[in-house]
């Protein structure tokens, strides 16, 4: 069982920056392949960024490429989202993801462990 709480969201402008982090507790952090997801109003959600256990391997959807980078610290049960030159369009409740598939995943169904979310607006 792993539980997943996610900060760092809030009101910043375009072209601002944020850093969203997720702390995990439970067992075995460090088996976990992990993932950001996000949720828009009135939209479903989506695929961010994944990072594989050992964090040599990331993912990014096509949107966020380039502007956005996750990594973890396994010694913290940490995962975060450094997110630069963000546009109102990345406006959304973020959540992080925890799978014990391994690898880079992109699909949802794979993840066992959703956090609460933390919201991130973009204003113009």
């Known amino acids: 069982q792993v539980q997943l709480v996610e900060s760092g969201g809030g009101l910043v402008q375009a072209g601002g920056s944020l850093r969203l982090s997720c702390a995990a507790s439970?067992?075995?952090?460090?088996?976990?392949?992990m993932g950001w997801f996000r949720q828009a109003p009135g939209k479903e959600r989506e695929f961010v960024a994944t990072i594989s256990v050992s964090g040599d391997n990331t993912y990014y959807a096509d949107s966020v490429k380039g502007r956005f980078t996750i990594s973890r610290d396994n010694a913290k049960n940490a995962v975060y989202l450094q997110m630069n030159s963000l546009k109102p369009e990345d406006t959304a409740v973020y959540y992080c993801a925890a799978s014990s598939v391994m690898g880079v995943l992109s699909r949802q169904s794979l993840y066992t462990y959703w956090g609460q979310g933390t919201r991130v607006t973009v204003s113009s």
């Open positions: 439970g067992r075995a952090f460090s088996r976990y392949a």
